[in-house]
Every structure is written in C-alpha cells, then in structure tokens.
C-alpha cells in the first residue's frame, strides 16, 4: 500500500516520522501513520507534559491505584475505595456544546466502572466568556444542558461544580467533567490485556465514523477552521450508556473478565495499544468482525472511530458465552474481535489481509517527550505592579457591595445546578452551593465530600502561587463541611505549550500544585492534561482545576455554611488581614486584572486543622471559606444561605477599609458557634498554632459591616438574596 497520508497533516514532526521508520525498519501504510497519528497526538501521548507531571507526588498511605489507569483509587477503610477522574472536553465543546459537553460526561463515566467502580456522583468545572455575549450564552446553555441530560438519564448525580466568566474563555471555554465511584477494594479490576490467547472483544454500541481524529483535534490551536471539524465531535447516548454501564459491572461480577478498557479517544486504537502495553502483551484484530452502523466503513474508520458507549473486553478463554449472554440480556452486542498475543505488537487484520502491523510499546508510550522553552512572559512583570495608592477608595460601599454580590464569579449558582438531578441515589447529604458536596456511603456512618477548585487569575498573574492557592482552596472547601482530604485529580488547561510563556506558566503551575499536594498530604492520583486551548492568538488563563475527595468519618458531624442560630458568634479562624491583588472587587470596580497572590502553606495546614478538629468536636454550627469577593461576601452568602442576619465589628490596623472588606487573602475561614464554645475553639486554635479572631454576631434580617466604629455596608438579607439569586437567570433570559 503506498503511502498517500501526509504525516505534517497529521500533527507528527519529522523527527517523530523518521522516529517511526526506525522503529519499524520500513515506511508506515497511511493506517499505521493515522494510528501513529492519534496515538502521538499531545492529547493521548503528553508528550509535552510527562516530564513536568513526575513533578507531583503520587503516592501515600491511601493511595491504591495511582496515575497510568484509567482512573485512580484512594482507600477510605472498611473494605471500600473511591475511584476519581477529571477530564476535559473543550474542542469538541467550543465546537458542539450539547454534545461535546454530554460526551465529556459519558467518557469520564466509563473511566470510573471500567475500574469496576459503580459511579456515584459528577462533578464540573467550567469556564466561558463574559455572559453579555450571545455566543457565549449559547455554549454556556448548550453546555449546562448537555451536562445535566447525560447525567440525569443516567441516573448519576451531578453534585456540585464551580463556574468562571473571564474574556480570555470567550473563543476557547473550558469544560471539565469529574466523576467518583464506589469500589469493593477486593473488586477492582485494571486495564490490561492479560492472558496470551484470551479472546478479546467489543461490547456495547455499534461503531460509526463520529469522532473520527478526535484526539488529534484535540491537539491544536481552534482556529476559523475549526468549525468544519465538526464531524469530530461525538454524539452521545447516555441511555445506551446506562445499559453498557450496568452489563459492564455484571460481566465484571462474573469473574469471566481479565481486563476492560473504554473506547475514548482514539477509540479501537487506543484501547488495544493501551491495554497490551500494561500486560507486556500484543493484541490481534479482526476489524472486519466489529459491528458497524453505517455501511462501507474502512478500517480507518474502525479503527479511529470515536463512537461513544463501546468497551474493549478481554476475556478468560472458553467464557466468551458467558459475557454476550450477559450483553444480550441488555440488548447490546458483544462481539469477538481478536485475542491476546505474546509477539508485542499489535495486528490488525480485515479478514485474512493483514492491514497494519505496530510495537504496542512503541504506539502506546514511545512518542518522544521533550521539555519546552520556558521563558517567563513580558506581561508577568506588567500586571504585579500595582500601586494602591493610586487607586481610590470607595465612597459608597453598599453600591460596591451590591455590584459584587451580583458578579457573574460571585452570585448564585442555581441556574445551572437546577438543571441537574443531585438527589438521584438518594445519597446526597450537602448540596451544590456550598463548599464541597457530601454523600453518604450506604451502609455505615461515613461520607465522601467533593469539590473542585481552580482560580484562573490567580494563576495567570503568579502561576506557582494559583498553582498552590488551587490545591489549597480545594482543600479548605472539603474541611470547611468536615471532611479530610485524602487525594486530589486535576485537569490541567493552558494554551500552546510551544510557546515558552505557555510553558512557563505550566512548569511553575505545576511546580506549584505539587508543593501544596505535599504540604498538604493530598497525592495526584489521576488526571487529565489539555494544551492548545487559545486561539486568535490568545491563550486562556492557565486554568490547573484540582478536584478533590476527602472522609467524614461520621456524616451526624457534617457542616454546612448557612449561618444557623440567632446570637451565635462569628468567627475567622486564621489572620483576617485582606489582600487585593487578582481580586473580584479590582476586577468588577476598577477594571484590573492585577497584582501578585501568595499563600503561606504552613498557615494554611494550621488553619485546615483547627477547623477539621472544630468539626470533630462538634463546636462548629457553620464554616465557610474566604475565597471570591473576600470577607463581606462570604458573610453575605452565609446569611443568605441561613436566612439570618448578622452584624460584624471589624478594625483595619491600618488597612484600607475596602481591602478589609473584600480582599481575597488566603487560608481563612468563618465560623458561628454558640458564646459557650467560644473558649474551646480559641484553645484548639492555639494547639495548632493559628489565630482565631471574633468579629461579630448571627443576628436580626440585616447585614450591618462597621469597620472602625463606621458602618460601611447594612443591606437587607431578603434583599441581596433576591438580587444575589437571580443574577445569571436575568443574564440569560
């Protein structure tokens, strides 16, 4: 077969292409370039990331499965494991947001049951422009739909999430979707092709030629292109997939299965180069006996296929009845397609002509990685110079107040999590809209919080500092409802990595992300790169979204961030001291995006500690990190959220009354606690060595602020709910 595929169309370079002929000791036909093609591609290979990611820590006392999985698994005792992923779909939703939303659901999804996981709860993490544009209304709706009806169909529920409205997501949004499992520790099951002479099959939907180069689309910049690579963006099923999730989890249970991988992308591909590799093993196929929908299918097209709700199963020999039983009964098919070899390569015939002939080792991890240029940008130096003193303090800070409460970063949520069905199951206990979502785990008296976290700014104008301020806020949000965190996966979104300020940015985001993972006992144990994502010469923020899972250990001890009763008092544990640089109010009141975030570790641990150990002793009626909008704000949503007023008493030492008002500076959280364990609290604070500072009282209908015996803000709590509520619903209707 000559080759006709140009292989600088398919994103190889020609160090990579010459590469390939040395390791086959020949020229590739155009289906071994294709497959080369995706399989090198930045989305499937990290070839321009492995090098940083060996950066995190991975490792620790809970740790059962780390990175190299198709999802990582943390012990959380009894006998059981949580098994987490996120993942991004940002291409194909900047493209098609219904489907590449719904899409991305469905494939993180089957990450979490391919592991042998029954999933349990989805998570999101998005980003798009700001909401006056009817572009970006139009992804954020089709995106928030999409999410919502692959999950409810599902049955899975969608727990909680966060949501960013900056200019530099308006071409490229970012759509990262999290989900979580339930595993028997003695039921997982790994993603290997064990077993020389097992048969090896496709089970679950019939393949078709969408997505088709998805993960090489992937693995570029958008363009005006872009939009004629529609084709490459999957449709999904999720009532296909609810069916292939509970078949999966059956034939699983039957002992009949030595390995399961998903189709994602890279499809056929992937999931055969993959799964030999792990097991040292090669893999024959027979594309011509994979059960198609559309006629005329070539085995390009079987085998980059990205058709969604399809697994490769391989399975104990003599068994394979057992599984398209299991299959038949949900009314799926289950096909052999191949069998485990010994040789190391992977052979793909269409009937008896062999079509392509590739070292699995070679197609699965031999792209050569390479460490980029990293040269800090010109901007850095620009945007961390600021001068305060040139910046004028309010004169009405009830108008301040309002603007940002009603922030498109700031005000509720609920327009989009209505959407989701997060009582399905029944085990959700915390809801979205507060710090971390929790659920129960049936059948004792533990939970699992979730959240996920990341401050794009923050990481723009210091990228190792965002990059520690993301792990530690998500970390802050799971003690904040009462749970430890255990282990962290993260999906990291940056611009062309080619570029050395875009790689800059990555290397120090990186650096930073693995200094708070140790600081914090909280290894990466899965997780998702995705590079490329600017366009028209624009990159977005560099955006490492940390999503987090921790245990509470008695669930009668969770904490919520509503305040609760009348005359309790109100605390901050940590230093209340403010901090303006890369905050909402610069942003919204002055229009700047500036200044230079830090976070000291150390105080951090301190102030997680007092307040997990707060919660353990039942003295904490409410907890509520200090994150966007800084700490009228957070008072402001825990009024709202308890339907209750307070009054706060604040001295500035000096400050500027609105950086003690609405400064972002880290690791501090609110607390109200009955007068009586008032005592306990401030002795538990100087067990772990951090501050505890009370600065007013849960009381009346209204918010009062004074700040130095002047009352700055006093607002109608009914009111600024209204407004505080309604806020997305009036952008987008």
Same mark, same amino acid.
């Given at each position: 077969?000559?080759?006709?595929?140009?292989?600088?169309?398919?994103?190889?370079?020609?160090?990579?292409?010459?590469?390939?002929?040395?390791?086959?000791?020949?020229?590739?036909?155009?289906?071994?370039?294709?497959?080369?093609?995706?399989?090198?591609?930045?989305?499937?290979?990290?070839?321009?990331?492995?090098?940083?990611?060996?950066?995190?820590?991975?490792?620790?006392?809970?740790?059962?499965?780390?990175?190299?999985?198709?999802?990582?698994?943390?012990?959380?005792?009894?006998?059981?494991?949580?098994?987490?992923?996120?993942?991004?779909?940002?291409?194909?939703? +900047?493209?098609?947001?219904?489907?590449?939303?719904?899409?991305?659901?469905?494939?993180?999804?089957?990450?979490?049951?391919?592991?042998?996981?029954?999933?349990?709860?989805?998570?999101?993490?998005?980003?798009?422009?700001?909401?006056?544009?009817?572009?970006? *209304?139009?992804?954020?709706?089709?995106?928030?739909?999409?999410?919502?009806?692959?999950?409810?169909?599902?049955?899975?529920?969608?727990?909680?999430?966060?949501?960013?409205?900056?200019?530099?997501?308006?071409?490229?949004?970012?759509?990262?979707?999290?989900?979580?499992?339930?595993?028997?520790?003695?039921?997982?099951?790994?993603?290997?092709?064990?077993?020389?002479?097992?048969?090896?099959?496709?089970?679950?939907?019939?393949?078709?030629?969408?997505?088709?180069?998805?993960?090489?689309?992937?693995?570029?910049?958008?363009?005006?292109?872009?939009?004629?690579?529609?084709?490459?963006?999957?449709?999904?099923?999720?009532?296909?997939?609810?069916?292939?999730?509970?078949?999966?989890?059956?034939?699983?249970?039957?002992?009949?299965?030595?390995?399961?991988?998903?189709?994602?992308?890279?499809?056929?591909?992937?999931?055969?180069?993959?799964? #030999?590799?792990?097991?040292?093993?090669?893999?024959?196929?027979?594309?011509?006996?994979?059960?198609?929908?559309?006629?005329?299918?070539?085995?390009?097209?079987?085998?980059?296929?990205?058709?969604?709700?399809?697994?490769?199963?391989?399975?104990?020999?003599?068994?394979?009845?057992?599984?398209?039983?299991?299959?038949?009964?949900?009314?799926?098919?289950?096909?052999?397609?191949?069998?485990?070899?010994?040789?190391?390569?992977?052979?793909?015939?269409?009937?008896?002509?062999?079509?392509?002939?590739?070292?699995?080792?070679?197609?699965?991890?031999? +792209?050569?990685?390479?460490?980029?240029?990293?040269?800090?940008? +010109?901007?850095?130096?620009?945007?961390?110079?600021?001068?305060?003193?040139?910046?004028?303090?309010?004169?009405?800070?009830?108008?301040?107040?309002?603007?940002?409460?009603?922030?498109?970063?700031?005000?509720?949520?609920?327009?989009?999590?209505?959407?989701?069905?997060?009582?399905?199951?029944?085990?959700?206990?915390?809801? /979205?809209?507060?710090?971390?979502?929790?659920?129960?785990?049936?059948?004792?008296?533990?939970?699992?919080?979730?959240?996920?976290?990341?401050?794009?700014?923050?990481?723009?104008?210091?990228?190792?500092?965002?990059?520690?301020?993301?792990?530690?806020?998500?970390?802050?949000?799971?003690?904040?409802?009462?749970?430890?965190?255990?282990?962290?996966?993260?999906?990291?979104?940056?611009?062309?990595?080619?570029?050395?300020?875009?790689?800059?940015?990555?290397?120090?985001?990186?650096?930073?992300?693995?200094? #708070?993972?140790?600081?914090?006992?909280?290894?990466?144990?899965?997780?998702?790169?995705?590079?490329?994502?600017?366009?028209?010469?624009?990159?977005?923020?560099?955006?490492?979204?940390?999503?987090?899972?921790?245990?509470?250990?008695?669930?009668?001890?969770?904490?919520?961030?509503?305040?609760?009763?009348?005359?309790?008092?109100?605390?901050?544990?940590?230093?209340?001291?403010?901090?303006?640089?890369?905050?909402?109010?610069?942003?919204?009141?002055?229009?700047?995006?500036?200044?230079? /975030?830090?976070?000291?570790?150390?105080?951090?641990?301190?102030?997680?500690?007092?307040?997990?150990?707060?919660?353990?002793?039942?003295?904490?009626?409410? #907890?509520?990190?200090?994150?966007?909008?800084?700490?009228?704000?957070?008072?402001?949503?825990?009024?709202? *959220?308890?339907?209750?007023? #307070?009054?706060?008493?604040?001295?500035?030492?000096?400050?500027?009354?609105?950086?003690?008002?609405?400064?972002?500076?880290?690791?501090?959280?609110?607390?109200?606690?009955?007068?009586?364990?008032?005592?306990?609290?401030?002795?538990?604070?100087?067990?772990?060595?951090?501050?505890?500072?009370?600065?007013?009282?849960?009381?009346?209908? *209204?918010?009062?602020?004074?700040?130095?015996?002047?009352?700055?803000?006093?607002?109608?709590?009914?009111?600024?709910?209204?407004?505080?509520?309604?806020?997305?619903?009036?952008?987008?209707?």
């Amino acid at each position: 077969m000559g080759k006709k595929v140009d292989y600088r169309e398919l994103g190889l370079t020609d160090k990579e292409y010459q590469l390939i002929v040395e390791t086959l000791g020949r020229e590739p036909n155009d289906l071994e370039l294709e497959m080369y093609g995706v399989m090198w591609s930045e989305h499937c290979s990290y070839k321009n990331s492995k090098p940083m990611l060996k950066r995190f820590p991975t490792r620790g006392k809970r740790v059962i499965q780390g990175p190299g999985e198709n999802a990582g698994i943390v012990d959380i005792d009894d006998g059981q494991a949580v098994v987490m992923k996120i993942e991004s779909h940002n291409h194909p939703s +900047a493209i098609e947001p219904y489907q590449g939303a719904a899409t991305g659901v469905g494939g993180i999804i089957r990450d979490i049951f391919t592991m042998g996981a029954r999933p349990i709860a989805l998570l999101d993490s998005l980003r798009f422009g700001e909401l006056k544009s009817e572009r970006v *209304k139009h992804l954020f709706s089709g995106v928030v739909s999409g999410i919502a009806d692959y999950g409810n169909c599902m049955g899975i529920p969608t727990v909680g999430g966060e949501v960013y409205f900056e200019s530099c997501y308006t071409d490229n949004p970012l759509v990262n979707a999290m989900c979580v499992g339930i595993v028997n520790k003695k039921d997982i099951v790994r993603g290997k092709a064990s077993g020389v002479g097992n048969p090896v099959m496709i089970v679950g939907a019939l393949t078709g030629r969408d997505g088709i180069h998805g993960a090489s689309f992937a693995s570029e910049e958008l363009s005006e292109d872009s939009e004629e690579k529609r084709p490459a963006v999957q449709v999904g099923d999720p009532f296909m997939e609810k069916l292939l999730l509970e078949a999966c989890l059956e034939i699983l249970k039957s002992g009949c299965v030595v390995g399961i991988q998903d189709l994602g992308a890279a499809g056929l591909t992937s999931a055969s180069c993959e799964t #030999a590799s792990r097991a040292g093993n090669g893999i024959e196929l027979d594309v011509s006996l994979v059960p198609r929908r559309e006629e005329g299918m070539t085995p390009r097209e079987v085998m980059l296929s990205e058709s969604q709700e399809r697994m490769l199963v391989i399975v104990k020999k003599g068994r394979e009845n057992e599984i398209e039983e299991i299959f038949r009964k949900w009314d799926l098919a289950a096909v052999t397609i191949g069998r485990v070899t010994d040789d190391g390569f992977l052979r793909v015939k269409d009937g008896d002509r062999v079509v392509a002939e590739l070292p699995v080792k070679s197609l699965a991890e031999g +792209a050569p990685t390479t460490v980029n240029e990293s040269k800090q940008p +010109a901007y850095i130096k620009d945007v961390q110079r600021i001068q305060y003193d040139q910046i004028p303090v309010p004169e009405d800070f009830n108008e301040v107040f309002l603007k940002l409460l009603a922030s498109e970063n700031i005000c509720s949520r609920e327009w989009i999590y209505r959407q989701y069905d997060h009582m399905v199951r029944t085990n959700t206990l915390v809801l /979205p809209g507060a710090d971390a979502a929790v659920l129960r785990i049936k059948g004792t008296k533990k939970g699992i919080a979730l959240t996920t976290d990341c401050n794009g700014r923050y990481c723009y104008l210091n990228p190792l500092e965002g990059g520690r301020i993301a792990v530690a806020e998500a970390a802050r949000n799971l003690v904040c409802v009462g749970a430890e965190p255990l282990a962290a996966t993260d999906c990291l979104n940056f611009g062309n990595p080619k570029k050395p300020g875009v790689y800059w940015q990555f290397e120090n985001c990186i650096e930073g992300m693995s200094q #708070a993972c140790e600081a914090l006992n909280t290894p990466v144990i899965s997780g998702n790169v995705s590079f490329y994502n600017e366009s028209k010469e624009k990159a977005v923020y560099p955006t490492p979204v940390v999503g987090m899972v921790g245990l509470i250990r008695d669930i009668n001890k969770i904490v919520t961030p509503g305040f609760k009763k009348e005359g309790d008092l109100i605390a901050v544990i940590g230093e209340n001291h403010g901090g303006l640089d890369g905050s909402e109010y610069l942003r919204v009141i002055h229009g700047r995006v500036a200044g230079n /975030p830090s976070i000291d570790l150390e105080k951090e641990k301190a102030v997680q500690k007092c307040c997990l150990e707060a919660t353990k002793q039942g003295i904490l009626n409410s #907890a509520h990190d200090v994150s966007e909008g800084g700490l009228l704000i957070n008072i402001a949503e825990s009024c709202i *959220k308890g339907g209750v007023g #307070a009054r706060i008493e604040l001295d500035s030492e000096g400050k500027r009354w609105d950086e003690v008002l609405f400064g972002e500076a880290q690791s501090r959280i609110v607390v109200s606690l009955s007068e009586h364990n008032c005592k306990l609290l401030e002795k538990i604070s100087e067990q772990v060595g951090c501050k505890v500072l009370i600065i007013g009282k849960v009381a009346g209908k *209204k918010l009062i602020a004074r700040v130095d015996g002047s009352t700055l803000v006093k607002q109608d709590v009914a009111e600024i709910s209204r407004k505080w509520r309604e806020r997305i619903k009036c952008l987008m209707e």
